[in-house]
């Protein structure tokens, strides 16, 4: 259950540490020859997503803050699982952890 956001923007959200926050890939709901797909066959959430905003790194075991891997625009590969959702409005967003993302795609 995703929590409802009371701030109006999504931009308003500022991760900390090495999180990263994205916005999944919405599943097509019409086919190219223009067929609707029903909402069971779109309810499976897909795996990629942009990025939106990102924290400033976490520190190591030095103590050192190493910055995160992605950075916003990027589209990332995400695991079937996780992440922290926050709805505003309309939109869902996800919270992952930096090292919770799988892969940057490189087209």
């Given at each position: ?44 959430p ?7 905003a ?54």
């Open positions: 259950q995703a929590a409802q956001a009371t701030f109006k923007s999504i931009r308003s959200v500022v991760p900390l540490l090495d999180r990263v926050l994205v916005q999944r890939f919405k599943p097509e709901t019409k086919t190219a020859s223009g067929i609707f797909l029903p909402t069971s066959a779109t309810n499976t897909l795996p990629e997503a942009t990025v939106i990102v924290g400033p790194g976490a520190p190591n075991k030095d103590g050192q803050i190493v910055p995160t891997a992605v950075k916003p625009g990027d589209r990332v590969l995400l695991p079937g699982w996780g992440g922290n959702s926050i709805k505003v409005g309309e939109e869902e967003f996800f919270l992952f952890k930096d090292a919770e993302i799988l892969a940057k795609i490189q087209e």
